[in-house]
């Protein structure tokens, strides 16, 4: 079954629109609570999509489940390529629901457009805690998915993110959490310093297997090409908890438990939502 919920944000006056999916299982020990991310196309009830996989079969056992999808809604109200979003009918209000501006804006944390002190991660954060303690039966397990433009935002957001650290690395048992983010397909990265591989280097080797790179394949990039959101350089203030530096936010990265799923030729513009800009190429030109 499916519900909408409408969770609000403190400080702002102003609510996240949410999906949410819930379902019982056969086994397992304690809730498993995926939040997914969408793209910049807003085709928020394609999660519906992971949730089979989630109620087990051929006598799997698995976990009662939670599976929400936040909606973070363009101000012009569009996808990317200028379709309707598919909301599920529900009808996105910016005197009511916190709203971005541009396709993207939600994805590197940007502030809401009629919430200036709030960007998409404090909304996330806000959803991560209400996901995690609701009612009912504990949650044992969180998975914060996205691909695309959602690729973009869960792995910025697991590097800035003290909400989805502390959840994960608590030294209390009856706190901590089993905290994975598994992304793919972006156009751009977060990279943890600045380096780039160079453009003439090949990768793979005659096989597609991955061949060992060498030091002397990476070339050093300017500030411009590591700045935030394809690197650690010049990250807005606004997104950093007291206490946080550049070599605090890297350690955060290593630490997490995070999947990249690899996607080869990713280079396919469409509606403009490819990132061809400097910084993004200088990451690879034919795919992320």
């Not at 690197?231 to 997490?256: F, K, Y």
Request: aromatic share 6%; net charge neutral; proline share 3%.
């Amino acid at each position: 079954m499916n519900e909408i919920v409408f969770l609000p944000v403190a400080g702002t006056g102003l609510a996240l629109p949410v999906v949410r999916w819930s379902g019982g299982g056969n086994g397992g020990d304690g809730k498993l609570v995926v939040i997914v991310v969408h793209g910049v196309k807003r085709r928020v009830f394609e999660a519906a999509s992971l949730i089979p996989p989630m109620h087990g079969g051929g006598g799997a056992l698995s976990p009662r489940w939670e599976m929400y999808a936040p909606i973070f809604h363009a101000a012009g109200g569009a996808g990317d390529d200028g379709a309707a979003p598919d909301y599920g009918g529900v009808a996105v209000d910016a005197r009511a629901h916190l709203v971005w501006r541009g396709a993207a804006g939600y994805a590197a944390g940007h502030a809401a457009a009629n919430a200036a002190g709030t960007s998409s991660f404090d909304a996330m954060d806000a959803l991560v805690m209400h996901a995690l303690a609701g009612g009912g039966e504990a949650a044992a397990a969180l998975r914060v998915v996205g691909f695309s433009a959602g690729a973009q935002f869960a792995t910025r957001y697991a590097a800035v993110s003290r909400v989805l650290e502390a959840y994960s690395s608590s030294s209390s048992s009856s706190s901590r959490r089993d905290v994975r983010v598994v992304a793919g397909s972006a156009s751009s990265w977060l990279y943890l310093d600045a380096r780039r591989l160079r453009i003439d280097h090949a990768a793979h080797g005659a096989d597609g297997a991955t061949a060992e790179i060498a030091a002397d394949a990476f070339c050093e990039q300017g500030r411009a090409s590591n700045a935030w959101k394809y690197g650690l350089d010049a990250i807005p203030r606004a997104l950093l908890s007291a206490g946080d530096t550049v070599e605090t936010i890297r350690a955060r990265v290593l630490r997490s438990n995070l999947t990249i799923v690899l996607v080869r030729d990713d280079n396919a513009v469409s509606g403009g939502s490819l990132d061809t800009s400097p910084p993004a190429l200088a990451q690879c030109r034919s795919h992320r």
